[in-house]
């Protein structure tokens, strides 16, 4: 005879849903770990475009434009009138969607943001994290 018993199948069924069980608060886990890894890479981005403003690179402000799986640094007020030789492109995890603010410029010598508020970043698990970008430049997250 060839087959299984009823006794195997519920045994192997019983082991994967102890597995199941096991890995899936590790798995929440690894989604905040990976948010908060994004977190250090866009408060970078938009520092670096406000000190690259404020030390008025190649006599220019700059930009910081969020992307589906990447954000772009990039040299001037416009992302589309931009000159692509100067980008700055970052990958992050496509799986990251941004609302709020979506283009940031930062104005040469003073660093003065164009726009305030918020950019919402939100994770495949929907959990969000906000940036918020006053009227001086500062960050807060």
């Known amino acids: 005879m060839k087959g299984f018993t009823i006794l195997e199948l519920l045994l192997s069924i019983a082991i994967i849903v102890i597995l199941t069980g096991i890995t899936i608060p590790f798995y929440s886990e690894y989604n905040k770990s990976s948010l908060q890894a994004e977190t250090g890479v866009i408060v970078n981005a938009l520092r670096t475009a406000k000190i690259s403003a404020i030390s008025m690179k190649d006599n220019s402000g700059w930009s910081v434009h969020f992307g589906q799986g990447k954000i ?20 992050i995890s496509s799986g990251l969607k941004f609302s709020g603010v ?30 918020i970008i006053n009227q001086k430049g500062v960050i807060d997250y």
Not at 72 to 91: N, P, Q
């Open 72 to 91: 772009i640094v990039f040299k001037g007020e416009s992302f589309e009138l931009r000159d692509i030789s100067f980008d700055r492109e970052i990958g």
């Open 102 to 131: 979506n283009d940031i410029y930062f104005s040469p010598f003073n660093g003065i943001p164009s726009k305030t508020g918020a950019v919402i970043m939100t994770g495949q698990d929907n959990t969000q994290k906000e940036f």
